[in-house]
């Protein structure tokens, strides 16, 4: 039963994106419907007015969108936060 789990925990953290990988499949995207149907919906979203971000977290750390009214106007990349010191 915990070989089995290790293993199952292994293959989903191998398959989790990288910053690379999220900016290369929406390399082509310019509105929030497509930035949706791309991604699915982000870990993170905050609207103020008619600007919104969206951030997508991924094995590497985040990818944020910045999105005005429907157009996807930047992407920002961050590094995963590092481990609380105890």
């Known amino acids: 039963m915990i070989a089995l789990s290790a293993a ?4 989903l953290a191998c398959a989790r994106e990288t910053k690379h990988d999220l900016l290369k499949k929406t390399e082509l995207v310019t509105t929030k419907a497509e930035l949706e ?3 699915g919906a982000p870990d993170d979203r905050n609207k103020l007015g008619p600007i919104e971000t969206w ?4 094995s590497d750390g985040k990818v944020t969108f910045l999105i005005a009214g429907d157009t996807v106007q930047i992407q920002a990349t961050s590094d995963s936060d590092p481990d609380p010191a105890p």
């Open 8 to 11: 199952l925990l292994l293959t």
């Open 37 to 39: 149907q791309m991604l």
């Open 55 to 58: 951030t997508y977290e991924v």
